[in-house]
C-alpha cells in the first residue's frame, strides 16, 4: 500500500522570503504523479503543481517548484517570495497511474508573516 | 472553469438522523470523490464513482453510502449519524487520468 508522509505541521515564513515543505511517499509502483495542494482558510482546495515520476525535470509553476528525487522518493514544495496569500494548508498527495484515486499526507499549515 | 458545487457550507444534525450531502459538478466528469478531513489525519477517501451507478469503497466507507444516479451529481448518504462523524466533508471529480478538482466542502456536525 502506498503512504504519504509530511513530517512538518506548521511552518511559518516571513513575507518575501523562501520555504520548503517536506514530503515523502513509499510506493512500489514504477509509473505515477505526485501533486501538491493548498487549502487557503475557509477555502476551496486547488492544485498548486503536479509531477509526472517518469519526467526527471522538477516541475514549476511561477512562484512555486519541487524538488522531486525518484530514488529517495522525496516530493518536496518550495515557494519563492512569499505572500501574505500562500498562508494556507498545504497537502502533499500521491496517484498510481492505472487509478483515478488520490493519498493524501496529513497536510502542513503554512503561515506567512508580514 | 470547473465547478463542484456542495450543497451546504455548514450543517447540524443529531444522532441517529440520516444525513444526505449533496455534490454537484458542471464539467461531465466520469469520476467523483467524497473525502472527510480530519486535523492531522489530511483527508481520507471515503468512497469514489467512476461512472454512473457505479461505486467503490475507500478507505473508511463504514458508516456511510453513496448514491449517484446522474453524471453530475454524487450524494453522500450517513445512515445513522454518529458523533464521530463530526468532520469537514470534501467532494471532488475528475476526468480519467486528469487532477481533481474540489468543492468548498461541509462542515457536519453531529450533536
Known amino acids: 500500500a502506498q503512504t504519504v508522509t509530511q513530517s512538518q505541521p506548521e511552518m511559518s515564513v516571513q513575507e518575501a522570503e523562501t520555504v520548503t515543505l517536506s514530503c515523502t511517499y513509499d510506493?512500489?509502483?514504477?509509473?505515477?504523479?505526485l501533486f501538491w495542494y493548498k487549502q487557503p482558510p475557509s477555502r476551496q482546495m486547488i492544485l498548486v503543481i503536479r509531477?509526472?515520476?517518469?519526467?526527471?525535470q522538477n516541475a514549476t509553476e511561477n512562484r512555486f517548484s519541487v524538488n522531486f528525487q525518484k530514488a529517495a522518493k522525496s516530493f518536496s514544495l518550495k515557494i519563492s517570495d512569499s505572500q501574505l496569500g500562500d498562508t494556507a494548508m498545504y497537502f502533499c498527495?500521491?496517484?498510481?497511474?492505472?487509478?483515478?484515486?488520490?493519498?493524501f499526507g496529513t497536510g502542513t499549515r503554512l503561515q506567512v508573516f508580514p | 472553469d470547473v465547478k463542484v458545487t456542495q450543497s451546504s457550507r455548514y450543517l447540524v444534525k443529531r444522532t441517529g438522523e440520516k444525513v444526505f450531502l449533496e455534490c454537484v459538478q458542471d464539467m461531465d466528469h466520469e469520476n467523483m470523490f467524497w473525502y472527510r478531513q480530519d486535523p492531522g489525519l489530511g483527508l481520507r477517501l471515503i468512497y469514489f464513482?467512476?461512472?454512473?451507478?457505479?461505486?467503490e469503497k475507500g478507505d473508511i466507507p463504514e458508516g456511510y453510502s453513496v448514491s449517484r444516479e446522474k453524471k453530475e451529481r454524487f450524494s453522500l448518504i450517513l445512515e445513522s449519524a454518529s458523533t464521530n462523524q463530526t468532520s469537514m466533508y470534501l467532494c471532488?471529480?475528475?476526468?480519467?487520468?486528469?487532477?481533481?478538482?474540489f468543492g468548498d466542502g461541509t462542515r457536519l456536525s453531529i450533536l
Open positions: 498527495a500521491f496517484r498510481a497511474y492505472n487509478t483515478d484515486k488520490l493519498i
Open positions: 464513482s467512476y461512472d454512473v451507478k457505479m461505486k
Open positions: 471532488a471529480s475528475s476526468s480519467t487520468n486528469q487532477p481533481q478538482h
Open positions: 509531477q509526472e515520476a517518469y519526467k526527471q
Open positions: 510506493t512500489s509502483e514504477n509509473n505515477y504523479y
